[in-house]
């Protein structure tokens, strides 16, 4: 069975990604900063912590209130009128050997695909990826540590984790859970 599947997730892993749309930097440095406070927030508590990046009505990019999620997910409140969603951003709580949170889940995916934005996620090891659910790819923007880290992180956990994952690959590993 685990030979099967292995074969199974080699073949997914050659499979042609699809090309994507790079965010700009400025968008991505946005991100950085903002995500950086609830990455300590989330590791204290435990939790995931998620909300939107957007668009207000004199164009100025902005962030929603940052909502307190569970140990394994979040759901941001969507914002009223005036304000045009640009992306989701979470993280994925503290760090938990128990649980792969170094990359997005299939999930995470087909909320932002559904909801017709881009996501970012942050992870406990200090990873930043980033969504496009147009091509459906996730995109690690930048590794561990470039994000502030759990204390308690132990790298290595997740395997080798690719630096770009098709919507296939992340169920693949979802299926590993
Ligand atoms: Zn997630």
């Known amino acids: 069975m685990i030979l099967t599947a292995a074969l199974v997730v080699l073949a997914i892993v050659l499979e042609p990604l699809p ?10 440095e946005m991100l950085k900063q903002r995500l950086a406070p609830i990455q300590h927030l989330s590791f204290a508590a435990g939790y995931e ?3 939107y990046l957007g668009r207000r009505g004199n164009g100025a990019p902005g962030f929603t209130k940052i909502l307190r999620g569970h140990h394994n997910g979040c759901t941001p ?3 009223g009128e005036g304000f045009g969603l640009i ?3 979470h993280t994925h709580g503290a760090y938990d050997p128990s649980i792969p949170a170094e990359f997005p889940t299939a999930l995470d995916m087909r909320s932002d695909r559904r ?5 970012y996620v ?4 200090g990873r930043l990826w980033y969504i496009d659910s147009k091509a459906m790819l996730a995109v690690e923007i930048c590794g ?3 994000l502030p880290q759990d204390p308690d992180f132990h790298a290595g956990d997740d395997g ?6 098709s919507y296939a690959q992340l169920l693949a590993l979802d299926a590993w859970e």
């Open 19 to 28: 090309p994507y749309a790079p965010p700009s930097s400025a968008e991505i």
């Open 49 to 51: 912590y998620c909300g």
């Open 144 to 146: 561990p540590g470039c």
């Open 87 to 89: 992306a989701s951003l």
């Open 115 to 119: 909801e017709g934005v881009v996501g």
């Open 122 to 125: 942050a992870t406990p090891g």
């Open 160 to 165: 080798e984790i690719a630096e770009r994952l």
């Open 77 to 79: 409140k969507v914002p």
